[in-house]
């Protein structure tokens, strides 16, 4: 279904949130956090945890920007939605990946009668202390779009005294920003794979809409290969793309009784997708508690998968790595997909291809740097994007830990932190700026 293109500026100065809901529908969401509610629902469907708001960036006190009473009411309505017929639909009978059906009966028909659960919203210290406990399946559906509602409403906080030429001038200026982007992204020929993987820290629905549909022209449906974003995806006819994220290792090894349990937690977690995905949804993100040991000690089974995602830490030696593990275990690197996803932007992107491509096959999942690049354009740089993430942070009554491959993203208790570095064997990390 196609959907016309809208002016930006003209919706923001005339903004009404509810002819413009920040969240629309429920599928407003990544893929990957679909495939992965599946997978707890069908694995642990009754494990109760928690998931938290952090703010990376504390010197944005969301708190003093955003009215709470725009966040209750935006929280809500997202309570009160449902899938709709054409979205059931969708899901039910889309190819993903070249798979039909890929969602199950048992778990569309649990989506169709899903409302996400209650959610507690206080205020400390100038942030927003945001929760959500309940069911596993339930409450990890609220991250993407918790996300994206505190974004918007930071965005929205910063445009609400600009004029309409204000804005005009203002979104002329970042489409222009990005056009640019695209044109130096052209450059690198028709081996290019990339993907959007922007929802979560977006500047907002309509700009990351219009972002997806810049790409589509600028680079072809050969080289953009996709949106993580469902609605978008469904909306433009364009290919829904992601597999599984750090949520699952996290919430396993929690559940862990013990140090061995914790330390196979990791493979626990792809043993269970393994019996559910093949092709393409077969992709290893190894850092969430050290890349270098989650390699060392893999079972030999995972070298066969189709590919690895690298997240955190200097994606050189995070690619150079998997390159090796391959080679080690004989695999040919160069049937294997490895695909960056941290931090990227143009740049980065270039150097990365330029190193690896021919060597592996390559693929870019382009985030906020993509769908929420305003830095300089507003007086005090109010619109520059920051970091923000919506954690699991406790499972069962445990807390949960990520490690990473950058020591400056790893969350938990000091003392849980501590013991997973002994339990995993991971040493001294290079810190390392998180940009977004």
Same mark, same amino acid.
């Given at each position: 279904?196609?959907?016309?293109?809208?002016?930006?500026?003209?919706?923001?100065?005339?903004?009404?949130?509810?002819?413009?809901?920040?969240?629309?529908?429920?599928?407003?969401?990544?893929?990957?956090?679909?495939?992965?509610?599946?997978?707890?629902?069908?694995?642990?469907?009754?494990?109760?945890?928690?998931?938290?708001?952090?703010?990376?960036?504390?010197?944005?006190?969301?708190?003093?920007?955003?009215?709470?009473?725009?966040?209750?009411?935006?929280?809500?309505?997202?309570?009160?939605?449902?899938?709709?017929?054409?979205?059931?639909?969708?899901?039910?009978?889309?190819?993903?990946?070249?798979?039909?059906?890929?969602?199950?009966?048992?778990?569309?028909?649990?989506?169709?009668?899903?409302?996400?659960?209650?959610?507690?919203?206080?205020?400390?210290?100038?942030?927003?202390?945001?929760?959500?406990?309940?069911?596993?399946? %339930?409450?990890?559906?609220?991250?993407?779009?918790?996300?994206?509602?505190?974004?918007?409403?930071?965005?929205?906080?910063?445009?609400?005294?600009?004029?309409?030429?204000?804005?005009?001038?203002?979104?002329?200026?970042? !489409?222009?920003?990005?056009?640019?982007?695209?044109?130096?992204?052209?450059?690198?020929?028709?081996?290019?794979?990339?993907?959007?993987?922007?929802?979560?820290?977006?500047?907002?629905?309509?700009?990351?809409?219009?972002?997806?549909?810049? !790409?589509?022209?600028?680079?072809?449906?050969?080289?953009?290969?996709?949106?993580?974003?469902?609605?978008?995806?469904?909306?433009?006819?364009?290919?829904?793309?992601?597999?599984?994220?750090?949520?699952?290792? !996290?919430?396993?090894?929690?559940?862990?009784?013990?140090?061995?349990?914790?330390?196979?937690?990791?493979?626990?977690?792809?043993?269970?997708?393994?019996?559910?995905?093949?092709?393409?949804?077969?992709?290893?993100?190894?850092?969430?508690?050290?890349?270098?040991?989650?390699?060392?000690?893999?079972?030999?089974?995972?070298?066969?998968?189709?590919?690895?995602?690298?997240?955190?830490?200097?994606?050189?030696?995070?690619?150079?790595?998997?390159?090796?593990?391959?080679?080690?275990?004989? %695999?040919?690197?160069?049937?294997?997909?490895?695909?960056?996803s941290d931090g990227l932007d143009v740049e980065r992107i270039k150097d990365l291809f330029h190193r690896f491509h021919g060597r592996a096959k390559i693929s870019f999942g382009w985030g906020t740097l993509l769908t929420n690049d305003f830095r300089g354009l507003v007086p005090g740089d109010g619109l520059?994007?920051?970091?923000?993430?919506?954690?699991?942070?406790?499972?069962?009554?445990?807390?949960?830990?990520?490690?990473?491959?950058?020591?400056?993203?790893?969350?938990?208790?000091?003392?849980?932190?501590?013991?997973?570095?002994?339990?995993?064997?991971?040493?001294?990390?290079?810190?390392?700026?998180?940009?977004?």
């Open positions: 279904m196609m959907i016309p293109t809208v002016d930006i500026a003209t919706r923001v100065y005339n903004h009404k949130w509810k002819i413009d809901p920040i969240v629309r529908s429920l599928i407003d969401d990544d893929f990957y956090k679909l495939l992965m509610c599946q997978s707890v629902f069908r694995n642990r469907p009754d494990t109760q945890v928690t998931f938290s708001l952090i703010n990376r960036t504390s010197r944005i006190r969301l708190a003093e920007l955003i009215d709470e009473g725009e966040l209750r009411e935006q929280l809500d309505h997202v309570r009160g939605l449902t899938l709709t017929r054409g979205e059931s639909t969708w899901l039910r009978g889309n190819t993903f990946y070249g798979k039909r059906q890929m969602f199950r009966p048992d778990f569309m028909e649990f989506l169709e009668n899903l409302r996400l659960p209650a959610y507690h919203l206080e205020k400390r210290d100038g942030q927003y202390e945001l929760t959500f406990e309940g069911r596993w399946p %339930e409450v990890m559906l609220w991250e993407i779009p918790a996300l994206a509602i505190i974004m918007e409403l930071r965005s929205r906080a910063v445009l609400k005294d600009m004029g309409r030429f204000e804005l005009q001038v203002l979104y002329a200026r970042a !489409m222009a920003r990005l056009w640019e982007k695209i044109e130096e992204l052209r450059k690198l020929g028709p081996d290019l794979r990339i993907a959007d993987f922007g929802t979560r820290r977006r500047h907002s629905f309509l700009w990351q809409d219009w972002c997806v549909q810049a !790409m589509v022209e600028g680079l072809g449906d050969t080289r953009f290969i996709g949106t993580s974003n469902c609605l978008i995806a469904m909306r433009r006819d364009i290919e829904a793309i992601g597999t599984n994220a750090h949520e699952l290792p !996290m919430v396993y090894a929690a559940l862990a009784d013990s140090d061995e349990e914790l330390r196979q937690a990791p493979y626990k977690v792809l043993a269970d997708w393994h019996e559910e995905h093949d092709g393409m949804l077969r992709i290893i993100l190894p850092d969430t508690y050290g890349s270098e040991g989650f390699l060392d000690h893999a079972p030999d089974w995972l070298a066969g998968w189709t590919g690895i995602r690298i997240d955190s830490g200097d994606p050189v030696q995070g690619a150079e790595a998997a390159i090796r593990w391959w080679q080690e275990r004989g %695999e040919d690197p160069r049937d294997k997909l490895i695909i960056f520059a994007a920051f970091s923000l993430v919506c954690k699991a942070v406790a499972a069962e009554g445990r807390p949960t830990v990520k490690l990473s491959d950058n020591p400056q993203k790893a969350t938990g208790p000091e003392n849980e932190i501590a013991r997973y570095k002994r339990v995993f064997g991971v040493g001294w990390q290079k810190p390392m700026a998180v940009v977004v």
